[in-house]
Each structure stands twice: as structure tokens, then as C-alpha cells.
């Protein structure tokens, strides 16, 4: 069977990448997925062109920036999935109703990262960002998790890991700098909480990295 395709010619695309991003969770396989509305199309197209405008730019804070961004892109995909499946399955009025549920959690997920992305601290928890977006802790951890299956407790730990891991990658700063700067209580409490999130020392995590640079340089051919 032959099958062709003529494509309009005001077809337009977008195509995104983002290699320091891989710990988002964003889709690893194609997705085809009609937008839900066209609010939704334009919010992630302007994310991802919020995100292209840093895309050469490697300071903390668009690092950041970018990280926040691709974290709400996320949950928007996982919304639009979501979307997508249930309207393959009911066309029916109950259906549209539940649609327009997501709308309000997306808004207040944006909210979240918008705040995560700011700054980082380990001193504020769960709690301290509740009282910024106006809504209980117990609400603002159900939503995170209903949208991208993670908690908002995790979903602070996880930027404060990734910039952790950044920065002993990236600087020559101590770990007990890393710590204070991220406002962990002590290098003991930064030490500990790192191991649990990577199984390694911020020293030993630095020296396998820079390792693996070394073994990079070593085997790579070098030209005279």
C-alpha cells in the first residue's frame, strides 16, 4: 500500500534542544498532540522561545531561568497528553468539564517554578512557597504531583541537587560554599542530603567528573 501526504504551504514547526536539560523528564519519544486550546499553544511556544533566547547563555541565572522554564513545559506536556487521551475517548460534556480543570493547576505549577526559579534555598520549604502563592501545602504538593508525578518537596530538592551538581562541576568552590550559598544549615546537613539524592560525596561526585573529562581529552585525537 502506498500512502503520500500533501503538506500545506503554511506548514510551520519548531524544533527545541535542549542538552543540559535531560533531567527534566521531558518526552523521550515523538508525540503528535493537538494543543488543547489556543491559550495553550501560545503559552508553550512561548516557553520555548523564552528558552531559545538563553540558549547561549551559560550564568546561574539562566541557568535557571531555562530550568524553570523546562520544568512548567514539562508538566504542560504531561497535561496535553493527559488532554489528548481523554478527548480520544469521551467527546462528552463531562469530558470538556474536566479539560478545564488542568487550567488552574498549570497556572499555579507556572507560579511554582516561576518562584523556584528566582533562587535557590534550602531553607524554604513546602510550606514558605505555599504562603507566597496563597494556598495550602497540603494543595500546592497535590497539584505538583497530579501534574508531574512528583512531589513539591521533591521538586525543590531536585533544582537544588541539579545546581549542586552544577556548580561542583562547573566552579572551583567548596562544598561548604556550594552549601551556604544554597542555604543548607551546615556542610554536614549538604554533604548528607547530597549522598541521598546522587550515592556520593560532593568531593567524590566532583572527582568522578572531572575524571571522566580527563579520560574525554586523553582519547581524544589531537591534530598537529
Not at 474536566?98 to 499555579?108: D, E
Not at 556550594?178 to 549522598?195: N, V
Request: with cysteine; hydrophobic share 40%.
Amino acid at each position: 500500500m502506498l500512502l503520500s501526504i500533501e503538506l500545506p504551504t503554511q506548514l510551520q514547526g519548531q524544533l527545541a534542544y535542549f542538552p543540559n536539560l535531560a533531567d527534566l523528564e521531558l518526552p523521550q519519544t515523538s508525540l503528535c498532540l493537538t494543543p488543547s486550546s489556543a491559550e495553550a499553544q501560545v503559552e508553550m511556544t512561548g516557553l520555548i522561545e523564552r528558552m531559545a533566547r538563553l540558549e547561549d547563555q551559560d550564568t546561574p541565572s539562566a541557568t535557571r531561568m531555562k530550568r524553570g522554564y523546562g520544568l512548567l513545559l514539562s508538566a504542560m506536556l504531561e497535561r496535553e497528553k493527559l488532554i489528548s487521551s481523554q478527548r480520544d475517548r469521551d467527546a462528552t460534556h463531562r469530558l470538556r468539564t474536566q479539560i478545564k480543570k488542568p487550567s488552574k493547576s498549570a497556572q499555579l505549577l507556572s507560579r511554582f517554578a516561576a518562584l523556584l526559579a528566582q533562587g535557590f534555598n534550602a531553607q524554604l520549604g513546602v510550606s514558605d512557597y505555599a504562603a507566597r502563592l496563597d494556598v495550602t501545602p497540603t494543595h500546592l504538593t497535590r497539584i505538583c504531583h497530579e501534574i508531574t508525578g512528583r512531589t513539591a518537596l521533591a521538586l525543590i530538592n531536585e533544582l537544588l541537587m541539579a545546581e549542586a551538581r552544577r556548580r561542583l562541576v562547573d566552579t572551583h568552590d567548596s562544598a561548604a560554599k556550594i552549601a551556604r550559598d544554597l542555604g543548607y544549615s551546615s556542610p554536614a546537613y549538604f554533604t548528607r542530603a547530597f549522598g541521598q539524592e546522587t550515592g556520593a560525596t560532593p568531593t567524590a561526585y566532583r572527582d568522578q567528573k572531572q575524571g571522566q573529562w580527563s579520560a574525554r581529552a586523553t582519547d581524544s585525537p589531537c591534530f598537529t
